[in-house]
């Protein structure tokens, strides 16, 4: 007799710096989501391919909700976050214990205008000292929506996941799988490895500065032992450049240092890496670049 198997699409979502990218990537078992202590620093809704023995969950991580920011960029994000909501068959709100913010109602508001299952996890619970203090706030969050469950997790510390990933399973529709089992992403290579010596840059540089970088791949070549590809480093303002380079080019080469570690990982061959950091005007309120992380 043939195993039942269920498959369906889950958007991670939640206001920035909940901890989506650390859950997403804690779910797949590998860093694909660039994830920081620094907020909204996914721009696309990036998928990732969780295969079980009887459940595909293909795990959607969105941009954080961030409200106030008045930047066309922001505004994008904000869009690809909230469309993602009528695509898949299961919504996982990410929301950090002890905090419930004016983002996180907004948020629930343009939940409850889809119908679709909602999961609520409360992220972080690795902070709280007094576990009964819990209780109070799950008891909160029951009374804003009836939640299909409410998790504690701490995606961090891999607490309660498979809790969560039994959950997930029990809620998205029956169906054959979708993607290959080996198949853990369904973006390109490019994109991977522009997200990478993105994420590199964020966690190298400080402030608001790693926000007015994007990357661009040229130039990528797959041999059999070796991967040689280049990645501009897009800023707004010629000041910018000269800290992303650094001191007779320091932080350029450790942001490229770290970037070609995990994309070795990743790739499992070696990586010839090369970077290069271009200037480009106020690029986060230009159409044609912005446009660009419409999804």
């Known amino acids: 007799m043939a195993i039942k198997t269920h498959c369906g699409f889950v958007a991670i979502v939640g206001r920035a710096n909940v901890g989506k990218s650390t859950l997403f990537n804690a779910l797949l078992d590998k860093q694909l989501s660039i994830a920081t202590h620094k907020p909204q620093t996914t721009r696309h809704n990036i998928r990732g391919i969780l295969s ?3 459940c595909q969950l293909i795990l959607v991580d969105t941009p954080g909700i961030q409200l ?7 505004k994008v994000l904000i869009s690809n976050a909230l469309s993602s909501l009528q695509e898949v068959d299961v919504v996982l709100m990410v929301a950090e214990m002890g905090r419930w913010s004016n ?6 508001k343009q939940i409850k205008q889809v119908n679709r299952p909602v999961v609520l996890v409360i992220n972080k619970i690795d902070r709280m000292k007094d576990k009964s203090a819990l209780f109070p706030i799950l008891e909160d969050v029951k009374s804003r929506y009836e939640f299909e469950d409410i998790i504690p997790i701490s995606a961090l510390h891999d607490k309660n996941m498979n809790t969560l990933t039994k959950v997930l399973c029990s809620q998205v529709p029956e169906s054959v799988f979708l993607f290959p089992e080996d198949v853990t992403w369904d973006r390109d290579d490019a994109f991977v490895i522009s997200e990478i010596v993105r994420g590199a840059a964020i966690t190298q540089l400080h402030k608001e500065l790693p926000y007015a970088i994007y990357t661009e791949v040229e130039n990528l070549n797959f041999e059999e032992d070796l991967v040689s590809v280049g990645v501009v480093l897009w800023v707004e303002k010629d000041s910018q450049k000269g800290i992303v380079i650094g001191k007779k080019g320091s932080k350029l080469k450790s942001i490229g240092e770290q970037a070609r570690n995990r994309l070795e990982r990743v790739f499992g061959k070696k990586v010839m890496l090369k970077t290069w950091v271009k200037v480009k005007q106020n690029w986060q309120d230009q159409q044609d670049i912005v446009s660009q992380f419409k999804e």
Not at 69 to 74: A, G
């Open 52 to 54: 079980l023995d009887a």
């Open 68 to 74: 106030g920011n008045k930047r066309l960029i922001n």
């Open 103 to 108: 983002e996180d109602d907004y948020l629930l």
